[in-house]
Nanobody, 121 residues
Framework: QVQVVESGGGLVQSGGSLRLSCAAS????????MGWYREAPGKQRELVAV???????NYEDSVKGRFTISRDNAQNEVYLQMNSLKPEDTAVYFC???????????????WGQGTQVTVSS
């Protein structure tokens, strides 16, 4: 059993900053990629940022230069620092973790329940 729990969402004014955190726990051997997605009302869930176990990152175009993803492999945690927030960043933000339970086994993706980020204009 693996649990993925996000925290750090909230209400912020346009131009402000928030830092999201996400922790994965359970019988985890290792975690490959960890990522942040968001889902705005009436829109499909979209990738925001992803980071590999080695630290390689990839960002959705609209957040490049404003958001930074990082991770702590020892703690199985991933973070999303969000600066210069805009009203269009308002969404529920979800974290995921691609988990392996043994060295040679398959990878399974687990999702958190999401945390609300609201940016007021």
């Amino acid at each position: 059993q693996v649990q993925v729990v996000e925290s750090g969402g909230g209400l912020v004014q346009s131009g402000g900053s928030l830092r999201l955190s996400c922790a994965a726990s359970g019988s985890i051997f290792s975690i490959n990629a960890m990522g942040w997605y968001r889902e705005a009302p009436g829109k499909q869930r979209e990738l925001v940022a992803v980071i590999s176990s080695g630290g390689s990152t990839n960002y959705e175009d609209s957040v490049k230069g404003r958001f930074t993803i990082s991770r702590d492999n020892a703690q199985n945690e991933v973070y999303l620092q969000m600066n210069s927030l805009k009203p269009e960043d308002t969404a529920v933000y979800f974290c995921n973790a691609d988990v392996k339970f043994q060295y040679s086994g398959p990878t399974f993706r687990f999702w958190g329940q999401g945390t609300q980020v609201t940016v007021s204009s």
